[in-house]
């Protein structure tokens, strides 16, 4: 009886032993995994939540998202779209945990200049806000080029429906400094 005791209990230590390799090792396949997650795939997997997002000028910025690219995410915010780049985001809430595989379209490997060409093509009125120090600043127009690293912008003065087309009236922005943009939501 004792020695059927002891192999009991050695039995009980080596499946013990077993679980806590076997839990080891699924917690450092997890530490893994995660280290491949990216921000945009967390973007991409939470099409459709409503998120909150503080932006480098202070400012936060709520809406659902929408579209993504490789660089920028379009959130719905009221009766706006806002395009946002994402390097200008220090901090989100509302992303879901999960993440989505690897961008297989080609719209998720769209740049922010391809977004900002639909709306160029699309004439909408822009309020682009740009990285200017506090308070950032705004400049409100009609896309009229988009570069590979710049955009134009045409002014519409308040109660005008027309650009200024004047000479001198484009503003040249260059990408990197757009922290937003927002136009009515189509």
Same mark, same amino acid.
């Given at each position: 009886?004792?020695?059927?005791?002891?192999?009991?209990?050695? $039995? *009980?230590?080596?499946? *013990?032993?077993?679980?806590?390799?076997? /839990?080891? /090792?699924?917690?450092?396949?997890? +530490? =893994?995994?995660?280290? *491949?997650?990216?921000?945009?795939?967390?973007? +991409?997997?939470?099409?459709?939540?409503?998120?909150?997002?503080?932006?480098?000028?202070?400012?936060?910025?709520?809406?659902?998202?929408?579209?993504?690219?490789?660089?920028?995410?379009?959130?719905?915010?009221?009766? $706006?779209?806002? =395009?946002?780049?994402?390097?200008?985001?220090?901090?989100?809430? %509302?992303?879901?945990?999960?993440?989505?595989?690897?961008?297989?379209?080609?719209?998720?490997?769209?740049?922010?200049?391809?977004?900002?060409? %639909?709306?160029?093509?699309?004439?909408?009125?822009? &309020?682009?806000?740009?990285?200017?120090?506090?308070?950032?600043?705004?400049?409100?127009?009609? =896309? /009229?080029?988009?570069?590979?690293?710049?955009?134009?912008? &045409?002014?519409?003065?308040?109660?005008?429906?027309?650009?200024?087309?004047?000479?001198?009236?484009? &503003? &040249?922005?260059?990408?990197?400094?757009?922290? +937003?943009? *927002?136009?009515?939501?189509?």
């Amino acid at each position: 009886m004792r020695w059927d005791a002891l192999f009991e209990d050695l $039995q *009980s230590q080596w499946e *013990s032993l077993q679980d806590r390799a076997r /839990e080891s /090792e699924i917690a450092e396949r997890t +530490r =893994i995994d995660q280290q *491949s997650v990216t921000l945009a795939g967390r973007l +991409r997997a939470s099409t459709g939540a409503h998120v909150r997002t503080l932006q480098a000028d202070g400012d936060m910025v709520t809406g659902v998202v929408g579209f993504t690219g490789a660089d920028w995410v379009c959130l719905r915010s009221g009766p $706006q779209d806002v =395009i946002l780049a994402v390097g200008w985001c220090r901090s989100w809430e %509302g992303l879901h945990r999960a993440t989505a595989p690897p961008p297989t379209s080609v719209g998720d490997r769209l740049s922010l200049a391809s977004a900002l060409r %639909g709306l160029s093509r699309d004439r909408a009125l822009v &309020t682009a806000t740009l990285a200017a120090g506090q308070p950032s600043t705004a400049v409100r127009g009609r =896309i /009229e080029r988009v570069g590979r690293d710049f955009v134009d912008l &045409t002014p519409v003065h308040p109660g005008e429906l027309r650009p200024d087309r004047r000479p001198g009236g484009t &503003t &040249t922005v260059p990408m990197a400094a757009c922290l +937003r943009i *927002s136009s009515p939501a189509r």
